[in-house]
């Protein structure tokens, strides 16, 4: 927000300062949270999620000049890459210092994360020069429950936000430059490669702010770069992976939709960030009032919009809250603007700014509490369990040959040995008919796998979850349930039960640490 420069301290100001002290004592503590996750994850030796495990499996194989993009669903291993090659790429010189570990990938996404909140925060500041609104939209993003809970994850969400609205920023900065058009473009489609879901929000909206005035060849040069860059890319992969990059980034993504999802997420957002929903459906009514489009409203309406398009893809089967991070960057964008909209439009009122801060920390706190509400469980649990965890790594460890998991498939690669087979991706193939699943099934029954571990939270029982039903039953019949370790539960063959040592975990919190 704009205020004049006197050397006499006004009230106004002073109201403003303490405003703002409120404004940031409450996202700093949502940046708190997203600090404390990411240390906890950084330092967690072991697998966080179930997808965490392909990430590093694929980033091995690649450290090895091995195609991660096979043309064959049919051959083992049966392993689905179901993303573009740039986050794997970026940890194979960590694995060829450092050997296989998932704290680099995690720190790659923390560090994702920093960026995209700061290209967030200069975005804002270069659109209305409000340094105080920069640095709410940075903390904002920070603080986002999603981003919270998610950002430092080893997935490939964070690096593509990051990517993507540096992408947007560098263009923003110099949109005469350019240099600087064909750097963000190249951005982009990094993002684009990083995960598919990033080649459009940022690309729409910094092709929409650059025809805002002439020479709108700008904005139509832009579209050329990124759409040669990203149709060029994806034909050379496609020809040298033999049709495979097609096949499974594009064929394997097609999961079912589940509206009920979508609803869940619907309903949690209009109560979480009603706000910000609030300022968006403002901001992009605006369209028919000529003097409330300030440059500012050329890019933040047409990624705001781009960003509630993309998130309603969280009904996808398998889909979670990293399909909002798009949206919570532009709650950040609406949060900064929010605070700079007083000055701007309401120059004569003074004690406005001190208000519009004030109400923003509605919406943070909210924010706060849907965090400590849903969105610290899950790494804090994951980190509770780590001794567990590590008893039931030590106890696959004794099986020499091929083991299967689901949830804690991020064994193998730590045991240096490649994924076999990825449950739910191939379920997701068998259900549509793109994977004859007959040839694996019949695997279980020859009882080929000298364990498999499935994972039996309630939410994800083999029948219904990550596992077909013709593979569930099969390992029913075939194999023998043993031990549970950190919900892990260890299938053996029936010909070795009367070998097999039942210990069960009557002790789930033997050795974890409080948090």
Not at 229 to 252: D, E, M, P, Y
Not at 432 to 455: C, H, L, M, N, P
Request: overall charge neutral; some cysteine.
């Amino acid at each position: 927000m704009k205020t004049n420069t006197t050397h006499k301290i006004t009230v106004e100001q002073i109201l403003i300062w303490i405003a703002a002290a409120l404004v940031l004592a409450v996202l700093l503590k949502g940046a708190f949270f997203f600090a404390r996750h990411a240390w906890l994850s950084i330092t967690f030796p072991n697998t966080m999620d179930y997808g965490e495990g392909p990430i590093v499996n694929q980033a091995v194989r690649l450290a090895r000049f091995q195609n991660i993009y096979p043309n064959d669903f049919d051959e083992p291993p049966y392993t689905v890459t179901n993303y573009p090659p740039v986050f794997v790429a970026a940890q194979v010189p960590f694995v060829w210092i450092f050997g296989t570990q998932f704290w680099y990938g995690r720190l790659i996404s923390t560090l994702a994360i920093l960026l995209a909140a700061v290209s967030a925060g200069l975005i804002i500041h270069t659109l209305t020069g409000d340094k105080l609104a920069s640095v709410i939209t940075a903390l904002t993003l920070a603080g986002i429950p999603y981003v919270v809970e998610w950002g430092a994850t080893n997935r490939v969400d964070s690096l593509g936000l990051g990517l993507s609205l540096a992408g947007l920023m560098v263009i923003v900065r110099h949109p005469e430059q350019r240099s600087r058009r064909i750097l963000g473009a190249v951005l982009m489609v990094l993002a684009a490669y990083t995960k598919q879901m990033y080649a459009f929000c940022a690309p729409f909206a910094a092709f929409i702010w650059l025809l805002r005035e002439p020479p709108r060849r700008k904005a139509w040069e832009l579209f050329g770069w990124v759409a040669g860059l990203g149709l060029g890319v994806f034909a050379l992969l496609t020809l040298v992976t033999r049709g495979g990059f097609f096949s499974q980034v594009i064929t394997a993504n097609n999961n079912a939709y589940y509206w009920d999802t979508t609803r869940f997420y619907i309903d949690e957002v209009k109560r979480a960030f009603w706000f910000y929903l609030a300022i968006g459906g403002v901001l992009l009514l605006s369209i028919f009032f000529k003097p409330t489009r300030h440059k500012a409203w050329w890019l933040a309406a047409p990624y705001v919009a781009g960003a509630l398009v993309v998130s309603l893809a969280i009904g996808k089967d398998g889909s979670y809250i990293n399909y909002l991070f798009e949206l919570s960057a532009a709650f950040a964008l609406l949060a900064g603007l929010w605070v700079w909209a007083a000055g701007e439009f309401f120059p004569r009122q003074k004690w406005l700014p001190a208000l519009f801060l004030l109400v923003l920390v509605v919406p943070i706190t909210r924010a706060n509490q849907l965090t400590e509400e849903r969105y610290l469980a899950r790494v804090r649990d994951r980190v509770s369990q780590e001794f567990n965890i590590q008893r039931l790594y030590s106890k696959v460890q004794e099986y020499n040959g091929i083991i299967l998991f689901d949830e804690y498939m991020g064994f193998l690669p730590l045991m240096d040995r490649e994924i076999y087979f990825q449950p739910f991706e191939r379920k997701m193939l068998a259900d549509d008919g793109t994977w004859d699943e007959s040839g694996f099934v019949q695997e279980i029954r020859e009882q080929k796998f000298d364990a498999i571990i499935i994972y039996y939270p309630q939410w994800a029982l083999a029948e219904r979850g990550r596992w077909t039903q013709a593979q569930a039953e099969a390992i029913r019949e075939f194999y023998v349930e043993g031990p549970t370790y950190a919900g892990g539960t260890i299938f053996i063959p029936r010909e070795e039960w009367m070998h097999f040592e039942i210990e069960y975990d009557d002790c789930p919190n033997c050795g974890s640490s409080s948090n």
